[in-house]
């Protein structure tokens, strides 16, 4: 199974962004999906995530700037960033909780996106 996200980019403060991560392979369902972020000299943070029943939570540092969705019959997480601002600056990982057709169970990360933003 792989995560594959796409959409950062360089963006100056106030702007947005729309990440996506799509999710390929042996899948059988997937629970949980999220975004997380790392800034240099940072630990890991979560953004968002997103049960597949539609249940979200939300850091309190994006609430009100950042909608999280998915398509579940395209195995696929959206992160819309709005008001983006210079600390939002950051490697975006999406982040999957899979249930293979094996019935196996993990946790799967995507490669990582850089959002910068500028001031």
């Known amino acids: 199974v792989q995560l594959q996200a796409s959409g950062g980019g360089l963006v100056q403060a106030g702007g947005s962004l729309r990440l996506s991560c799509a999710a390929s392979g042996s899948i059988f369902s997937i629970n949980g999906m999220g975004w997380y972020r790392q800034a240099p000299g940072k630990q890991r943070e979560l953004v968002a995530a997103?049960?597949?029943?539609?249940?979200?939570n939300y850091a309190d540092s994006v609430k009100g700037r950042f909608t999280i969705s998915r398509d579940n019959a395209k195995n696929t997480v959206y992160l819309q960033m709005n008001s983006l601002k210079p600390e939002d600056t950051a490697v975006y990982y999406c982040?999957?909780?899979?249930?293979?057709?094996?019935?196996?169970?993990?946790?799967?990360w995507g490669q990582g996106t850089q959002v910068t933003v500028s001031q």
């Open positions: 997103i049960t597949r029943g539609g249940s979200i």
């Open positions: 982040n999957a909780d899979v249930l293979d057709r094996d019935y196996t169970r993990f946790g799967t």
